[in-house]
């Protein structure tokens, strides 16, 4: 069973608020992933992340930011949230090999109104 | 570019087969991969193809031909929890760092 917790599942919060995701994994991964998802709709890359201090951009412009100063941990910052962030945000894991699948933690859905 | 088809919805019968199509044209390849997702729901892994044929685990099976870049996930036996959307993921690029996913196939199993 993997080992990737996301804090809060839920929140609810007013326009122009400073938000972090949190995300944190016990199995060692070093690759780290923050996913966005509408309801019925597709995953969409927003970060992701080799290891320690290395941090990328996905395909989705996202107008959030992510640090990785411990393997464990790979929070999200909004720094001003707005409605269009309204979505449910996913983290995930893997181990280094190619055949390691991904393993997602159960996401934050976040409304901002 | 890098791109995924499936089918956007299916229906079938509780205790039938069905099988789910993943279509995928990408820069480099480095494996395919099938997740389930339940409505509201994080994904979970279900299987794993690297090499052409079939893999087989319990009620759920998947096939792949790379020089097709075909896959496809067969689900025999059935059952109403089986209601979700089938994610297809392609582990893409030299370095098999990026995978690419699938918008996903909703299927509804009926009773």
């Known amino acids: 069973e993997a080992d990737i917790y996301q804090t809060p599942r839920y929140l609810v919060i007013g326009t122009g608020k400073k938000i972090t995701l949190e995300c944190s994994q016990t199995?060692?991964?070093?690759?780290m992933y923050w996913y966005q998802q509408d309801p019925g709709m597709e995953l969409h890359l927003i970060h992701y992340s080799y290891g320690v201090n290395s941090t990328e951009k996905g395909d989705l412009s996202s107008e959030s930011t992510v640090s990785r100063i411990r393997t464990e941990h790979f929070p999200l910052t909004l720094e001003s949230a707005r409605p269009s962030h309204t979505s449910q945000y996913l983290c995930a894991s893997r181990g280094w090999d190619t055949n390691q699948p991904q393993h997602f933690g159960d996401g934050t859905r976040l409304s901002i109104l | 570019g890098q791109n995924i088809d499936q089918p956007t919805e299916m229906t079938a019968t509780e205790g039938a087969i069905v099988q789910i199509n993943c279509t995928y044209q990408?820069?480099?390849?480095?494996?395919l991969f099938w997740y389930q997702q339940h409505a509201g729901e994080a994904p979970t892994f279900l299987s794993y193809n690297v090499l052409d044929g079939l893999e087989e685990k319990g009620r759920f099976s998947s096939f792949l031909s790379r020089s097709k870049g075909y896959s496809y996930l067969l689900l025999k036996e059935l059952q109403m929890k089986d209601s979700a959307s089938y994610l297809c993921a392609v582990r893409a690029g030299t370095g098999g760092f990026k995978t690419i996913f699938g918008a996903g196939t909703r299927l509804f199993v009926k009773a």
């Open positions: 199995m060692g991964h070093d690759k």
């Open positions: 990408t820069s480099g390849f480095n494996g």
